[in-house]
């Protein structure tokens, strides 16, 4: 039984437990932040007025001494990025940091970045917002099941949230958690389950029009950039909405009815419905499912990119709309599924798909009635019909739920912007001098990443995903050298390692085999080193090609050679002493 004690903390003292990472986020139920540019400028005037607000509600976690937000997210939020000079004021002015050290030293460790161009808060105002008191409940003792239980209680019923935000906030499942996991996926913003507070942002969505400096620009997001959703729906959970229904089809015998009470009931513990479909999921195993919605979605992609590269909208539709179409998505993924699982089938002909495809709204019922069972099924069934002949049978069943897909590609990338430690990204074998030769470096530079992401834990994984460069100039220079085009993901740049094969005259097979030579060759922990060389992965990405070494958990410190090393943040460095003991300490506490 937890324990409940509430008492006031200065917006300093929070402050100081933000800057010391005290402050987490638990993803399974929390939503991103979502509150608009006035929202978090009236909050700061309340506190400016000494206007009371909405208690903090935090959970101890193990270690003591951190917390977990269960309420007050949107807000704790609001106030850090205030004094971090996230924004304004309403009448204009940002906080000085140069009169709170805490925050200045943030700055200077480059932390934030500030903004204070204009004018500034004076050193009596920034003193009133530093004293204010919140008013802070802790829960001390606490099960996540009581965890879950507050959480649910307190937003079930709160009306900021949308349909599909109070679903996912009412209950934790195998289902809520599957469906967010899709929807992380496709959005770009998978990450750990706990996040800290500073974190945030990284795996928000800025909206067009709203310029918060979030990482997840919105209209990069699939939903987004193939015209399925609006900006504005991400925010609220309408790509969940959308899982949600298309995960209940797939799992179910037959196409659920399209509504809110469907989804409702689903959601709701004691209904008959939610233990059907929990069942179902049970029964057909998330892993499976969740590479199986990825391989679909991957091959729609494909499909789009046949060509002249079209947005899913743009050839859904014969006039030219700027509506979303959930309802139509729905129905093609289920069609590309039932072809593709249901009937162990491959695209054969994507260009046939793609013209199939092309106006294939006026073809099916979109009116009221569509949104019964049967009606969805016809639905399904004339898309089926129509692209159909584009499939033929196969037994390669193994791409599908080994390879990594064009979407955890994408989410890989995407994710190795939020969890440093873990990930690396390498734009290939070649300088990128005229000269273009091998690198004699990069082997050896890689292999002492894998060891050094190897010991970031024992229950730790991370990828190295080689074809992708990090900067904008090592991308120019690539198209300039071979003359490709690359795919923007998030920050960074997909160059493929095709061209690289090209430019050294060898086939795909045997430019993979000069990195597994390498790594074969190089003193890296055998155990380690058979782990990566047995789960090395390959994807075509639109004909650039793009190989993946995954770093699998490691139960006993790496080594190359006699030396260890370590991740700080993003860059590879050779442990001390000291820092070896700590990570021999890591794989002895296991």
Same mark, same amino acid.
């Given at each position: 039984?937890?324990?409940?004690?509430?008492?006031?903390?200065?917006?300093?003292?929070?402050?100081?437990?933000?800057?010391?990472?005290?402050?987490?986020?638990?993803?399974?139920?929390?939503?991103?932040?979502?509150?608009?540019?006035?929202?978090?400028?009236?909050?700061?005037?309340?506190?400016?007025?000494?206007?009371?607000?909405?208690?903090?509600?935090?959970?101890?976690?193990?270690?003591?001494?951190?917390?977990?937000?269960?309420?007050?997210?949107?807000?704790?939020?609001?106030?850090?990025?205030?004094?971090?000079?996230?924004?304004?004021?309403?009448?204009?002015?940002?906080?000085?940091?140069?009169?709170? *050290?805490?925050?200045?030293?943030?700055?200077?460790?480059?932390?934030?970045?500030?903004?204070?161009?204009?004018?500034?808060?004076?050193?009596?105002?920034?003193?009133?917002?530093?004293?204010?008191?919140?008013?802070?409940?802790?829960?001390?003792?606490?099960?996540?099941?009581?965890?879950?239980?507050?959480?649910?209680?307190?937003?079930?019923?709160?009306?900021?949230?949308?349909?599909?935000?109070?679903?996912?906030?009412?209950?934790?499942?195998?289902?809520?958690?599957?469906?967010?996991?899709?929807?992380?996926?496709?959005?770009?913003?998978?990450?750990?389950?706990?996040?800290?507070?500073?974190?945030?942002?990284?795996?928000?969505?800025?909206?067009?029009?709203?310029?918060?400096?979030?990482?997840?620009?919105?209209?990069?997001?699939?939903?987004?950039?193939?015209?399925?959703?609006?900006?504005?729906?991400?925010?609220?959970?309408?790509?969940?909405?959308?899982?949600?229904?298309?995960?209940?089809?797939?799992?179910?015998?037959?196409?659920?009815?399209?509504?809110?009470?469907?989804?409702?009931?689903?959601?709701?513990?004691?209904?008959?419905?939610?233990?059907?479909?929990?069942?179902?999921?049970?029964?057909?195993?998330?892993?499976?499912?969740?590479?199986?919605?990825?391989?679909?979605?991957? %091959?729609?992609?494909?499909?789009?990119?046949?060509?002249?590269?079209?947005?899913?909208?743009?050839?859904?539709?014969?006039?030219?709309?700027?509506?979303?179409?959930?309802?139509?998505?729905?129905?093609?993924?289920?069609?590309?599924?039932?072809?593709?699982?249901?009937?162990?089938?491959?695209?054969?002909? %994507?260009?046939?798909?793609?013209?199939?495809?092309?106006?294939?709204?006026?073809?099916?019922?979109?009116?009221?009635?569509?949104?019964?069972?049967?009606?969805?099924?016809?639905?399904?069934?004339?898309?089926?019909?129509?692209?159909?002949?584009?499939?033929?049978?196969?037994?390669?069943?193994?791409?599908?739920?080994?390879?990594?897909?064009?979407?955890?590609?994408?989410?890989?990338?995407?994710?190795?912007?939020?969890?440093?430690?873990?990930?690396?990204?390498?734009?290939?074998?070649?300088?990128?001098?005229?000269?273009?030769?091998?690198?004699?470096?990069?082997?050896?530079?890689?292999?002492?990443?894998?060891?050094?992401?190897?010991?970031?834990?024992?229950?730790?994984?991370?990828?190295?995903?080689?074809?992708?460069?990090?900067?904008?100039?090592?991308?120019?220079?690539?198209?300039?050298?071979?003359?490709?085009?690359?795919?923007?993901?998030?920050?960074?740049?997909?160059?493929?390692?095709?061209?690289?094969?090209?430019?050294?005259?060898?086939?795909?097979?045997?430019?993979?085999?000069?990195?597994?030579?390498?790594?074969?060759?190089?003193?890296?922990?055998?155990?380690?080193?058979?782990?990566?060389?047995?789960?090395?992965?390959?994807?075509?990405?639109?004909?650039?090609?793009?190989?993946?070494?995954?770093? *699998?958990?490691?139960?006993?410190?790496?080594?190359?050679?006699?030396?260890?090393?370590?991740?700080?943040?993003?860059?590879?460095?050779?442990?001390?002493?000291?820092?070896?003991?700590?990570?021999?300490?890591?794989?002895?506490?296991?």
């Amino acid at each position: 039984m937890s324990e409940l004690s509430s008492q006031p903390f200065t917006i300093q003292t929070m402050y100081s437990w933000y800057s010391e990472n005290k402050l987490f986020v638990n993803r399974r139920y929390q939503r991103k932040l979502v509150w608009t540019l006035e929202e978090k400028q009236k909050l700061i005037e309340s506190i400016q007025k000494k206007y009371p607000i909405p208690a903090i509600l935090i959970a101890e976690r193990r270690p003591q001494g951190t917390y977990e937000i269960i309420d007050g997210l949107q807000r704790l939020h609001a106030i850090m990025a205030f004094i971090e000079t996230s924004f304004p004021t309403l009448d204009g002015r940002h906080f000085d940091i140069k009169n709170f *050290p805490t925050a200045k030293s943030r700055a200077e460790s480059g932390e934030f970045t500030t903004n204070s161009n204009g004018s500034l808060l004076s050193q009596k105002e920034i003193n009133t917002i530093l004293d204010y008191n919140l008013a802070v409940s802790v829960m001390r003792g606490a099960t996540k099941k009581e965890i879950n239980d507050v959480f649910g209680r307190i937003n079930t019923y709160g009306h900021r949230l949308s349909d599909q935000e109070r679903r996912q906030a009412g209950v934790q499942n195998e289902f809520s958690d599957f469906v967010r996991s899709v929807a992380c996926i496709l959005r770009g913003d998978t990450s750990t389950d706990t996040l800290l507070l500073s974190k945030m942002p990284s795996i928000s969505i800025d909206l067009p029009k709203t310029k918060h400096g979030y990482d997840v620009q919105a209209e990069e997001v699939f939903w987004v950039s193939h015209g399925i959703l609006r900006a504005t729906d991400l925010r609220d959970s309408l790509d969940e909405q959308c899982i949600a229904d298309i995960t209940a089809s797939l799992v179910s015998q037959e196409i659920i009815d399209r509504s809110k009470d469907a989804l409702d009931n689903i959601y709701s513990p004691q209904h008959q419905e939610a233990s059907r479909v929990l069942k179902a999921l049970d029964d057909y195993g998330t892993d499976k499912l969740m590479e199986e919605i990825k391989h679909c979605i991957s %091959q729609i992609l494909i499909v789009c990119n046949m060509g002249k590269p079209e947005k899913l909208r743009d050839i859904v539709f014969k006039k030219k709309t700027t509506n979303a179409f959930p309802s139509v998505f729905a129905i093609v993924l289920i069609a590309f599924h039932e072809l593709m699982v249901g009937e162990g089938k491959k695209v054969a002909d %994507q260009a046939g798909v793609k013209k199939a495809l092309t106006n294939i709204a006026s073809k099916i019922d979109k009116g009221r009635i569509a949104t019964s069972p049967s009606e969805r099924r016809k639905n399904v069934d004339v898309v089926k019909g129509l692209i159909g002949r584009h499939f033929v049978a196969t037994k390669e069943k193994r791409n599908m739920y080994s390879n990594p897909s064009i979407i955890d590609i994408e989410a890989n990338i995407r994710r190795s912007g939020i969890e440093l430690a873990g990930y690396e990204m390498k734009q290939g074998l070649l300088s990128l001098s005229d000269a273009r030769g091998i690198d004699p470096n990069i082997i050896d530079k890689v292999v002492k990443t894998m060891c050094a992401i190897a010991n970031n834990g024992p229950n730790r994984e991370g990828k190295i995903v080689v074809g992708v460069a990090d900067k904008q100039e090592d991308a120019d220079r690539i198209v300039a050298l071979d003359k490709i085009k690359p795919k923007k993901v998030g920050l960074r740049y997909i160059v493929g390692v095709a061209r690289e094969a090209k430019t050294l005259s060898i086939s795909i097979e045997q430019y993979v085999s000069q990195w597994k030579q390498g790594i074969k060759n190089s003193k890296l922990s055998t155990a380690l080193k058979d782990a990566i060389l047995s789960s090395i992965d390959y994807n075509n990405y639109y004909g650039l090609g793009v190989l993946t070494f995954n770093i *699998p958990p490691q139960k006993e410190m790496s080594y190359v050679g006699d030396d260890v090393y370590h991740r700080v943040n993003d860059a590879t460095e050779l442990a001390k002493s000291r820092q070896v003991a700590s990570i021999t300490r890591r794989f002895a506490d296991r």
